[in-house]
Nanobody
Framework: QVQLVESGGGLVQPGGSLRLSCAAS????????IGWFRQAPGKAREGVSC????????YSAVSVEGRFTISRDNAKNTVYLQMNSLKPEDTAVYYC????????????WGQGTQVTVSS
């Protein structure tokens, strides 16, 4: 059974850090591109970052460049999103998803993890 499980969300103060995890089961995550997305209340879902399967190239939205870093640990079949210098506008539910390439389409999705940035 193909499954993605996100974890690591929580409440953090502005300027703080969190590391999100996307753990895969039922398939080898390294064979796929993995994207992180987020959706804030009342807003459309947006792409945050992606790591490709072929050469490990990474891509990030302009809004998070220099603050968020995506990486993968193949031994743990897990992809991470390190989020630093968090801002209130980063508050959202964060999802990971699989695709053949970062351009999509994305097929399998996790259930999401809530990130709240507030003082």
């Amino acid at each position: 059974q193909v499954q993605l499980v996100e974890s690591g969300g929580g409440l953090v103060q502005p300027g703080g850090s969190l590391r999100l995890s996307c753990a895969a089961s039922g398939f080898i995550l390294d064979y796929y591109a993995i994207g992180w997305f987020r959706q804030a209340p009342g807003k459309a879902r947006e792409g945050v970052s992606c790591i490709s399967s072929r050469d490990g190239s990474t891509y990030s939205a302009v809004s998070v460049e220099g603050r968020f870093t995506i990486s993968r640990d193949n031994a743990k079949n897990t992809v991470y999103l390190q989020m630093n210098s968090l801002k209130p506008e980063d508050t959202a539910v964060y999802y990971c998803a699989t695709a053949t390439g970062c351009e999509g389409p994305y097929d399998y999705w996790g259930q999401g993890t809530q990130v709240t940035v507030s003082s």
